[in-house]
């Protein structure tokens, strides 16, 4: 079918209204895709500069289009423009590439190496925890988790102390937030080309970012060189190959990019929604007590996680409400049908993880925070438990293009949870008002103020 051909398309909001919207720096973006959802609860459709895009709001069409023909598609547009900061990195590729470039990174994600991270995820936050908190001290949660995933990131898959590099992370993403929310937009590529002082910030950020990776690659080149061989982490493993310099770039500035910022943002929301439910908080520490209660040494081996199903419920109903994902393009390359709708090729098709998880017709109570929900009649963690349909819960995305890192973030999500809560009680503070800021991920909008105390000997 040619691209001037006419289909039927389902109905959806103006485009005008669309577009003023979604660039209304006060509203969310996730309000958008919400509202939307509420007046074309399955399949929307609306023209932006000349794009067919269509919003998929039901577990069906979003089941439909990204597992059943996700090989007919390819990333969307907010991340094809993210190239100029991941290059070709997994979440950017596609095709060959793609494919290539996972096998070579997958084995670092696989079980038998979850243990070895999990001991680092845990000597990691107590290090973390004695040297930069106090009893009674004030920080900023959201700085304050993003230095800690970093660090984590740094030695478990790079091997390199990543702790120096925090404040110049921070600042770099801190800046490429600010500019995301026009790429979204179609049309707004051409303020790309412009010579504007916002362009010249967005630059400057890549190029800080860039300088970090650059110094990260030759710290582990150099102890191979010095050491005679390479490491056994992931960035070890990709120097071993022969990798291209640029490629190797793209891959390690993904991972650090998408490594610590996501689970930086699930503890973030997770601490949060915790001190907002003290009955949740409570039964959590009650887990922790019974199941790693009375352990000399360190509180948390990977053997351990299997055993905190209240815990990991916490992590799921933090992803639920928060995920740290929020929204997943895919752009078609051939006509497809979802839905009984025809997407004709070169359409843009875009599903939110943060309105699907939020969608009363398939979760009960859905904006409430009830870690629960997860546990199933036999008292252990169950992703099905709540009952929702596939299509309604894909907080690491769905299809061929899952997150490759999936076990590592659970894992990490788990046993920092645990092991700070051992020792320590995290209190947002009561007049803080959440509001969302959806970028590359799903951030709070501003510093979280909290303060963490020890917590009392049991």
Known sequence: MSRTARVARP???????????????????????????G???????????????????????????FVSQGRFTVKGRALQRSKALLGEGLLTSEGELWRRQRRLVQPAFHADRIGGYVDQMVASADEHALARWADGQRIDLAADMAVLTLTIVGRALFGSDLR???????????????????TVVPGTQVLDRLPLASNRRGAAAVARLDAVVERLIARRQGAADASG????????????????????????????????????????WAWYLLSRDQEAAAAMRA????????????????????????????????????????????????????????????????ASQYVLHRDPASWSDPTSFLPGRWIDAAGDFDQAAPGQPRGAWFPF?????????????????????ATLSRSWRVEVDPDYVAVVQPAVTLRPRGPVPATVRRAPAS
């Open 39 to 65: 007046t074309y609860p399955r399949i929307a459709h609306v023209r932006l500069a000349g794009e067919h895009v269509y919003f998929l709001n039901h577990p069906d069409p979003v089941r439909e289009l």
């Open 397 to 417: 995305g769905l299809g061929q293009r899952v997150c490759v890192g999936e076990p590592f973030a659970w894992a990490e999500a788990v046993a920092l949870l």
């Open 229 to 268: 061989g390479a490491g056994g982490d992931v960035l070890s493993v990709l120097l071993a190959t022969g990798m291209a310099g640029r490629q190797v770039r793209d891959e390690v500035m993904t991972l650090v990019l998408a490594g610590h910022e996501t689970t930086a943002n699930a503890l973030t």
């Open 287 to 350: 887990e922790l007590d019974t199941v790693l209660g009375g352990r000399p040494g360190r509180a948390v081996a990977v053997g351990d996680l299997r055993s905190l199903p209240y815990t990991t419920a916490v992590v799921a109903e933090t992803l639920r409400l928060f995920p740290p994902a929020w929204a997943m393009g895919r752009r078609v390359r051939r006509d497809v049908v979802v839905d009984g709708w025809t997407l004709p090729a070169g359409s843009l098709a875009i």
């Open 164 to 182: 120096a590099e925090a404040g110049e992370v921070g600042d770099a993403l801190a800046e490429m937030v600010r500019q995301f929310r026009r």
């Open 11 to 37: 109905p959806g909001p103006g485009a005008v209204a669309t577009v003023r919207q979604l660039l209304d720096r006060d509203r969310p973006a996730t309000d958008v895709l919400d509202a939307i959802a």
